[in-house]
């Protein structure tokens, strides 16, 4: 009897230690930049960038990781960062909705989220201080791809992906931090991953894809790094890009 309980026991612990993936604790290190980018030749738009950068960088974690960002607050005004689509059971004061979950993060101020990442997919992180104008027009968002611990057979016939975050710009605020996002102001930009190469639509391609002649953008080189190409294949971390990158503000 003793002994089919200790088998019994030992089965459960060679299950837990044979699953998939075994969850880790992941820190990190996010700052939030007063940066330009150049949206469309001859277009620049003043933003708030993760890292400096836009899209804010890539975050590849495993379900069931224990994530800890913390964030720098660089800029001249307030910012969170709210991690769409993460439950937050238990640890709703990292959900990051100011004056709700937590009092925003002030300049010059830093601070660290921590949550499960209880939500396998393709989730995305944003700014959630006066969103029409820090999500909608400044650059605050980032993708959050949780791999599954247990996929199904058609996430593990999946063999390429491309990440493509898209978004609008409103060329008379673009120089004035604190304007923009106001019912009736026009839209008069659009991007894909921060760039609107080729106008305001954009192609993704593939290697193995043929392109017809008619394809005017067919010999249009871009940067590998563009569409965030493969990102499931990137190593679990979190994964900056220098292509995203803008142009510093401050004059020295
Ligand atoms: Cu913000």
New binding site residues.
Partial sequence: MKYKLLLGICSVLWLALAGPTLAEVRSFEMT?EEVEIEVAPGFKSKV?GFNGQVPGPLYHVNEGDEVEVTVHNFST????VHWHGIFQTGSWQHDGVPHVTRHPIEPGESHTYRFIADKPGSLWYH????VSE??GL?G?WGPLVVAPAAPTELEKAVTKDAILMFSGWNSQVADNYGEGGHPGQVINYFSINGKEHGGSMLVVEYEEIEKPEFYEWRNIEYEPDFYMIESMAAPKGQHSSEHFRGQDLLEF
């Fill in positions: 939030i708030w005004l307030n910012h969170t700014c959630h201080v006066n820090h999500v400044r605050m």
